[in-house]
């Protein structure tokens, strides 16, 4: 029976896999290094993070192009945080020409050493109102042992999900700089999400289990920036803080655009927002929308008047 349902789940998460093309616009910094960074009036900094025009500081200031790229700036720590909402517990680590890069938040499932589950804590991503949608830069990773976890979500047109599945019963089963099933493993992000749910689940009944909890305390689940993240093998099996390492330094990246029209749809409208000597680019998301960037030879920050400016 037991191996008949995890040949389900198997089958339920494979079904819900999707592929897609990879998107191959290079990412760039020039509206951070601009010298028109902000309206007038408007700052332009959260602490150490440069926020950008058409991104803006605080929440109806009439700072950025539109509400939903209004930034929270929290004063009350030092240094500031930014983040996209003021209840949001992720902070914004860095704002690009097309993507915006925030805190991780890592789901999770611990075990007391007899295999019995001590904690667990779900994770879910929610940016429906918002310009973002999670990059294909990211990978959804899962650290443990004989555990699973999935994400679920849906676009437009249907749901979709992904999963994995690590395994191990000694600490040498996993090696590090892989994640390729032996204790760490990682999937593919369907294209066009910006929201998910994930949960960690176990595999085995806790009593077979504690001999792998004597080494392996938690499981975590995580969308993250696939290259900046490096399994380390049983160091980080057995490493009880490993949850707040990856929220530190493992960013999710969210990948931004304008709107929901193409550039030829948004060209006939009053609020088009790219300026004189700029181009229009379309956004490769199945929403829709666009960016604009400064004409060869240009400079400077092309969604704010007077546009890009000549560099000779």
Not at 280 to 292: A, D, K, P
Request: aromatic residues 12%; charged residues 15%.
């Amino acid at each position: 029976m037991k191996t008949l349902v995890l040949i389900w789940v198997l089958l339920q998460m494979f079904s819900l896999c999707i592929t897609f093309d990879a998107n191959l616009t290079s990412e760039t910094y020039t509206l951070s290094n601009s010298s028109n960074l902000a309206k007038p009036n408007c700052s332009n900094r959260c602490g150490d993070l440069i926020v950008p025009y058409p991104f803006g500081i605080g929440n109806d200031t009439n700072c950025s192009i539109s509400h939903e790229f209004d930034i929270y700036c929290d004063n009350s720590v030092s240094p500031p945080r930014a983040s996209i909402t003021i209840a949001d517990y992720s902070f914004i680590k860095h704002i690009s020409d097309s993507r915006v890069r925030i805190s991780n938040n890592v789901a999770s499932k611990c075990y007391f050493t007899n295999g019995t589950v001590s904690t667990m804590f779900h994770v879910q991503e929610n940016y429906t109102n918002f310009p973002y949608t999670f990059s294909d830069l990211n990978k959804f990773t899962v650290i443990g042992c004989d555990d699973f976890a999935w994400m679920i979500s849906e676009t437009r047109s249907k749901k979709v999900g992904t999963g994995c599945m690590a395994f191990c019963s000694t600490p040498e089963d996993a090696r590090s700089d892989q994640c390729s099933g032996r204790g760490c493993c990682q999937s593919s992000i369907p294209q066009d999400l910006n929201y998910y749910t994930t949960n960690v689940r176990t595999m085995n009944d806790y009593q077979n289990m504690s001999n792998i909890r004597s080494f392996n305390p938690c499981t975590y689940a995580f969308i993250g920036e696939e290259n900046v993240f490096t399994f380390k093998g049983a160091t980080d099996l057995k490493d009880h803080s490993l949850w707040r390492k990856i929220e530190d330094n493992v960013p999710i990246v969210l990948d931004w655009a304008i709107g929901n029209l193409s550039c030829i749809d948004a060209k006939a409208m009053d609020a088009f927002a790219c300026q004189s000597n700029s181009m229009c680019v379309n956004s490769t998301r199945e929403t829709g929308g666009y960016r604009c960037i400064c004409n060869e030879g240009y400079e400077g920050n092309p969604y704010l008047s007077p546009g890009c400016q000549g560099t000779i």
